[in-house]
Nanobody
Framework: QLQASGGGLVQPGGSLRLSCVGS????????MGWFRQAPGKERESVAT????????YYKESVKGRFTISRDNAKNTVFLQMNSLKPEDTAVYYC???????????????????WGRGTQVTVSA
């Protein structure tokens, strides 16, 4: 199971740090990703990371503002979000794909396990 947390209401330009904790098995066996879905829009990828954290991919619009990282000892994946914009408002989800390689992908169809989302609202 995956549990995302850390969402909330923040002003434009502010920061939030999302966490995704895994239970039932070591997250070190999974490539992980963060995805989001805004009201009335399709879900989209935000950032992904390989099982060892060596490779990361980002949606173009969040590059330089968001950072994905992981602490496998704590079975947790993070998404540090800085310089938040109103268009970042969405429900954020974490997801996992089992792998034995340095795989990572922005293709959400590749992810097998999904957690419940956490709401991020960026508004003045």
């Amino acid at each position: 199971q995956l549990q995302a947390s850390g969402g909330g209401l923040v002003q434009p330009g502010g920061s939030l740090r999302l966490s995704c904790v895994g239970s039932g098995g070591p997250l070190s066996n999974y490539g992980m990703g963060w995805f989001r879905q805004a009201p009335g829009k399709e879900r989209e990828s935000v950032a992904t990371i390989s099982r060892a954290g060596v490779r990361t991919y980002y949606k173009e619009s969040v590059k330089g503002r968001f950072t994905i990282s992981r602490d496998n000892a704590k079975n947790t994946v993070f998404l540090q979000m800085n310089s938040l914009k109103p268009e970042d408002t969405a429900v954020y989800y974490c997801a996992a794909h089992p792998t034995v390689t340095g795989w990572t992908s922005l293709d959400e169809g590749q992810y097998d396990y999904w957690g419940r989302g956490t709401q991020v609202t960026v508004s003045a």
